[in-house]
């Protein structure tokens, strides 16, 4: 069996090592691997891999579904396979590409709103696939130590906060009628209120009490853009944890792109800047507790978590639908809550000052992840998706 993985450039490398963690997962369960990087192309063995025995899917991170040859062909029908292509982020967000991709294209999210929220806004039989495929965790397995001793020995970061900081960008909204911008702050503040709400649900509801029929057709183009809401909550709640951390003294080593150098001025915040994916799970390895926003993913998860839990660390970060399936919380994963977020943020403040706890959560996360959440594990929901579309295209 044969796959064509293709990489593509991203923040920080992060989809690059994606693709080189999932490369060796199949492998690893006998396939034959070809990884396309168009940074550095190899058409002659690129030509080789596709002429010999056939290719049973291709497969690209949120890129490359709409893309095209001078004559027009896709690259699944270049190929001759189905092309999966799985979101790592809110699908409505990328809505050009989405919108351009392929209808022969297989679709993953790694969030089940995500995948309701296309469903919803598209007809049944405009990708060739659509399912949930959540995140793996990414990068080597380092061991939490021999004991609670070893693990704060060896593991002098406190705790450890990745992400790109955005600040609190202008809406998306803004240029729109008033009435519009009505529907959509108010859309904001239903999902600010509770823990996680849908973003396209919260849409819908500000839609509905303004009079308005999401289920109408000559609303469908509107709907889409509850990427709106979408981005301005996953940024309002991001520069909320920053808020909260700085208010609660809590000693956080920032990485990232984006942060305010004036963060020197608080003590307990140590400034790292920008770093490679691999600089930072080398960093999440000498840290006792990575703290994380979800992404806005209520439904899913971010790599983080899992990556955090594999490198050994507890992994902190808020709840999902996902998480709670999957891990016992508290004893593998620590959770907090948008609306308790001082107080919970300052229960895993303390959780990264006791080893001993600290210790038997990340050993707890670890196992929990190399049991279900690496890469080998999503080969299946990936396959299945190509399944999935190969009979959509070939009925």
Not at 12 to 37: C, G, H, K, N
Not at 256 to 269: C, E
Not at 287 to 314: D, I, K, T, W
Request: negative net charge.
């Amino acid at each position: 069996m044969k796959a064509l993985l293709i990489k593509g450039q991203s923040v920080y490398d992060v989809l690059r090592l994606f693709i080189d963690d999932l490369a060796a997962a199949f492998q690893a369960t006998s396939y034959e691997v070809f990884i396309l990087d168009p940074s550095v192309p190899d058409q002659a063995a690129l030509d080789a891999f596709i002429a010999g025995e056939p290719v049973e899917l291709v497969f690209s991170f949120g890129i490359f579904g709409e893309s095209r040859d001078e004559q027009g062909r896709y690259i699944g029908d270049m190929v001759g396979a189905p092309h999966i292509v799985q979101y790592v982020d809110y699908p409505l967000s990328h809505l050009t590409r989405l919108e351009a991709t392929s209808p022969k294209v297989g679709l993953l999210m790694v969030d089940e709103s995500h995948v309701a929220a296309v469903a919803s806004l598209y007809p049944p039989d405009r990708f060739a696939s659509l399912a949930f495929g959540p995140h793996a965790a990414t990068g080597p397995t380092v061991s939490p130590g021999l004991d609670a001793a070893d693990f704060a020995a060896h593991r002098p970061i406190r705790i450890l906060m990745p992400g790109t900081f955005h600040g609190a960008p202008p809406v998306g909204w803004r240029n729109l009628q008033p009435a519009v911008q009505a529907i959509f702050a108010e859309a904001v503040e239903r999902c600010l209120a509770v823990d996680w709400l849908a973003p396209l649900d919260a849409l819908d509801q500000a839609m509905g009490n303004a009079g308005l029929d999401p289920a109408d057709p000559d609303f469908a183009a509107f709907r889409k853009l509850a990427s709106y809401v979408h981005e301005q909550v996953r940024t309002q709640r991001r520069l909320f944890l920053l808020d909260a951390v700085i208010r609660l003294g809590l000693p956080v080593h920032l990485v990232g792109d984006g942060y305010d150098q004036g963060l020197d001025r608080h003590k307990a915040i140590t400034l790292v800047g920008p770093a490679r994916f691999d600089e930072t799970l080398a960093l999440m390895a000498t840290s006792r507790v990575v703290l994380s926003a979800n992404a806005n993913f209520g439904q899913g998860s971010h790599e983080r978590p899992l990556c955090a839990a594999n490198a050994g660390a507890v992994a902190a970060t808020d709840g999902s639908s996902f998480y709670a399936a999957n891990f016992d919380l508290e004893a593998e994963l620590a959770v907090f809550r948008w609306t308790r977020l001082d107080e919970d943020l300052a229960a895993i403040g303390a959780l990264a000052e006791d080893p001993a706890r600290a210790y038997a959560i990340a050993r707890a996360g670890q196992r929990r992840v190399a049991a279900g959440h690496l890469w080998t594990h999503r080969i299946d929901v990936i396959v299945a998706a190509a399944k999935a579309a190969r009979a959509a295209i070939n009925p």
